[in-house]
């Protein structure tokens, strides 16, 4: 079974990552403590950033990539998908 990363759509084109998204909450929480140092990135053209630490990926809502169309993060030299063909699309048709 492959692991498919995190995916968050965000309205900013700077974005942080702590890695501790899922680990969130309760009376004893620091951040970062089961994730990774807290690192700041840039969206740019392309409309999407991949964190390095934690591969999860960050799309800019109603930019280039908002539409499914970008390569698998844990393939550098993949191509983006063709239409239609994105990783939402398949969490629907396999649902």
């Known amino acids: 079974m492959d692991h498919v990363p995190e ?5 900013t084109p700077r974005v942080w990552c702590d890695g501790a ?6 009376e004893n929480y620091k951040p970062a403590s089961l994730g990774h140092p807290r ?3 840039q969206i740019d053209e392309k409309g ?4 390095g630490y934690c591969d999860r990926r960050f799309i800019l809502e109603g930019g280039p990539a908002d539409d499914g169309n ?3 993060a844990r393939d550098p030299g993949a191509k983006p998908l ?6 939402e699309e398949a969490d629907v048709a396999g649902t």
């Open 7 to 11: 995916t968050t759509i965000v309205d």
């Open 21 to 26: 998204g899922d680990i969130r909450g309760g």
């Open 39 to 41: 690192v700041w990135m």
């Open 48 to 51: 999407y950033v991949d964190c």
């Open 70 to 72: 970008v390569p698998d």
């Open 82 to 87: 063709p239409h239609g063909h994105g990783p």
